[in-house]
């Protein structure tokens, strides 16, 4: 079956410019998480979504991030006025719930770099 | 959150079995033991996981010490494809969010 999909898998863009990054989950799936990871890092959590719930906003690093997700499925990340330290790997995550022994399963992820 | 250590890196030759350590001493019992790996320019990907008994599927086995201090994962035979970094993990619960958070990681090169 299908995977986590996200798009794009690359973005360049000048510093000072918004992007928005896209998830689509795992079809089902109630539980979406997004991570970023810098070159030769570990995973940053950022943010976590849960069904209708409130979303865990507590990783997220400034108030340039938001995400919102949309119908329970697709989310957006979005990134204002982009920084230089802002170039990562954006890593989407979705799971079939929130219990401890339901994996995640990740995207490719969406290579953004700030010029 | 309980931390695990692994070893930074590792070497297999193609068609033996793969044999990843982690170290994970101040495990909860009620945390569960992930791993994943990492493929060049993929996102991670799950392989298995297991609270205290042993597990094996399609892809690999997990073996738990019976105090859960550490773990094992089996890769049976190994291929060039599983040349990746793979990492251990110990879910962390708090009302039922699942943050996942990687460390370093082992790299496991395949050897022809």
């Known amino acids: 079956g299908a995977g986590v999909s996200q798009s794009p898998s690359n973005k360049v863009t000048e510093k000072g410019k918004d992007v928005e990054l896209r998830c689509d989950p795992i079809s089902g799936h109630t539980a979406l998480y997004w991570y970023r990871q810098s070159l030769g890092q570990g995973l940053e959590f950022l943010i976590y979504?849960?069904?209708?719930?409130?979303?865990?906003k507590s990783g997220l690093p400034s108030d340039r991030f938001s995400a919102e997700r949309t119908g329970g499925s697709v989310s957006t990340l979005t990134i204002q006025r982009t920084q230089q330290e802002d170039s990562a790997v954006y890593l989407c995550?979705?799971?079939?719930?929130?219990?401890?022994?339901?994996?995640?399963?990740f995207g490719d992820g969406t290579r953004l770099s700030i010029l | 959150d309980a931390k695990t250590t692994q070893p930074t890196s590792m070497d297999c030759a193609e068609g033996r079995a793969a044999n990843l350590p982690c170290n994970h001493s101040?495990?909860?019992?009620?945390?569960?033991v992930y791993w994943y790996r990492q493929i060049h320019s993929q996102g991670p990907q799950y392989i298995i996981h297991?609270?205290?008994n042993n597990e094996t599927n399609e892809m690999a086995s997990l073996i738990i010490t019976e105090d859960r201090k550490s773990s094992t994962l089996i890769l049976p035979h190994a291929t060039l494809r599983d040349t990746a970094v793979y990492y251990c993990i110990v879910r962390v619960a708090a009302g039922g969010y699942q943050k996942v958070t990687f460390g370093t990681g082992t790299k496991l090169q395949v050897i022809p």
């Open positions: 297991g609270l205290k």
């Open positions: 995550a979705s799971s079939s719930d929130s219990l401890d022994n339901q994996p995640q399963h």
């Open positions: 101040t495990i909860s019992g009620n945390e569960y």
């Open positions: 979504f849960q069904g209708n719930s409130a979303p865990d």
